[in-house]
């Protein structure tokens, strides 16, 4: 199911949270929305929703106008941060209560929610409360009950965004997996730039309600439209006046045509990664270096080296 944005603007007050949004949707692919706190993403996904609506614009769902539509009429399935679970119903109930409501038949909901329980990994916990599951489990029991319904599109607001780093890595392998199982139209909230590049077949990257590029990650870490994309998609800092890449700056021991004498003021082990402070006559830039790396150079803090662009790196003039 295709989702078309057009012209949406959205106000609270004072504050525009949306302004001239427009946006298409493919047909059972992943959307990522990203961008920073406050940019506008979870508005727009609550107005794609129907949980608010906007002061100007179009929401159109495969081709049908849906802009004033409520929610229960739009065929989405809506996930929060906070699973809004039901405390006093066990995980079977809970996937079970948007079936429920609508009165299908006995069978048919047993069915459906065990075989939702299994895709999810869920099916021995079935009697169990939500205080009795992880919250990693606890997500998973919230996407199942929004796919109960069937719909033909699935809205995640942050979905992992109350979990540990370890647990949130394990869940968006997972939903990519059940992503391309279950084939429904998805799209996605986060501010975790590594999430969607991992995750989504496409980044709407948002920023003070507006959208500054929509791409494939590739397209967008490749090839940023402005320096708020390149920062937001990946680390990066400045060289000769221009933004770049950490890991697109070579580290030599010898000075060449083209390089930049620098200074090492700092050196830093993170895991495999050793970060490298460094110190030119106009910045102060920092490189990504594998520890062989550093080992092979030698560095050292008070050190000299020269810096130069690998040919291949994404840059743009830093403002």
Do not use: C
Request: aromatic share 6%; proline share 5%.
């Amino acid at each position: 199911m295709s989702i078309v944005v057009s012209g949406i603007s959205k106000n609270f007050g004072d504050f525009v949270a949306l302004d001239d949004i427009n946006l298409e949707v493919p047909r059972g692919g992943l959307t990522a929305l990203l961008g920073p706190s406050g940019g506008g993403k979870s508005t727009l996904l609550r107005i794609i929703a129907g949980l608010e609506f906007p002061d100007r614009g179009e929401i159109r769902i495969e081709g049908k106008p849906a802009t004033w539509l409520a929610p229960q009429k739009r065929s989405v399935g809506f996930v929060f941060q906070h699973y809004a679970a039901f405390k006093h119903l066990s995980v079977y109930r809970n996937v079970a209560f948007g079936l429920e409501i609508r009165k299908r038949p006995k069978a048919e909901i047993r069915s459906r929610v065990m075989e939702l329980l299994e895709l999810v990994h869920l099916e021995n916990f079935a009697d169990r409360l939500p205080s009795q599951l992880s919250g990693g489990q606890r997500q998973r029991m919230a996407l199942a009950r929004a796919l109960a319904v069937q719909p033909e599109v699935l809205l995640l607001d942050e979905p992992f965004g109350a979990l540990d780093a370890q647990v949130r890595k394990e869940l968006r392998d997972w939903l990519r997996k059940l992503h391309d199982e279950v084939n429904v139209t998805t799209i996605f909230v986060t501010h975790d730039q590594e999430e969607a590049l991992e995750v989504s077949d496409e980044i709407v990257v948002i920023n003070n309600g507006r959208i500054e590029q929509t791409g494939s990650p590739t397209e967008l870490y490749d090839h940023p439209a402005n320096d708020f994309v390149m920062g937001f998609l990946g680390p990066v800092t400045r060289l000769d006046g221009r933004l770049i890449r950490p890991h697109d700056i070579e580290v030599l021991r010898e000075a060449t045509p083209g390089t930049t004498a620098a200074t090492i003021t700092r050196l830093l082990r993170v895991g495999f990664e050793v970060r490298a402070e460094l110190r030119t006559e106009t910045s102060e830039p920092w490189v990504q270096l594998t520890r062989g790396q550093a080992e092979d150079l030698e560095l050292a803090p008070d050190g000299t080296v020269w810096l130069r662009t690998n040919h291949k790196a994404t840059t743009l003039a830093a403002t």
